[in-house]
Nanobody
Framework: VQLQASGGGLVQAGGSLRLSCAASGRTLSDYDMGWFRQAPGKEREFVAGIIWSGGRTWYADSVKGRFTISRDNAKRTVYLQMNSLKPEDTGVYYC???????????????????WGQGTQVTVSS
């Protein structure tokens, strides 16, 4: 699978961005998808996930109520709408795919094993 993330940029605090992740090589609708981010000097962290059908989502506590993950399987694309952005949201954002079903894991944030290149998000104060 190839995952291509886009939509990052520089935005002021309080602003919004929408990230997109275009998938090719596998049928997108068969797999759960997620977004992760990595800030400078920090480990990569889970941001949001969405089940293959779109009927269930998960979020990190730090983004709940501000970010929304969605997918359009017909367009083979996953989105991350980010509102009320804060400087601490700055980082490289990666989309990821989980090849095994959710039931194989105890934690819905686990098991993502295919990664795209990242897109930089910078939030200025």
């Amino acid at each position: 699978v190839q995952l291509q993330a886009s939509g990052g940029g520089l935005v002021q605090a309080g602003g919004s961005l929408r990230l997109s992740c275009a998938a090719s090589g596998r049928t997108l609708s068969d797999y759960d998808m997620g977004w992760f981010r990595q800030a400078p000097g920090k480990e990569r962290e889970f941001v949001a996930g969405i089940i293959w059908s779109g009927g269930r989502t998960w979020y990190a506590d730090s983004v709940k109520g501000r970010f929304t993950i969605s997918r359009d399987n017909a367009k083979r694309t996953v989105y991350l709408q980010m509102n009320s952005l804060k400087p601490e949201d700055t980082g490289v954002y990666y989309c990821a795919q989980r090849s095994l079903p959710l039931g194989a894991f105890n934690d819905p944030r686990s098991g993502f094993d295919s990664w795209g290149q990242g897109t930089q998000v910078t939030v200025s104060s």
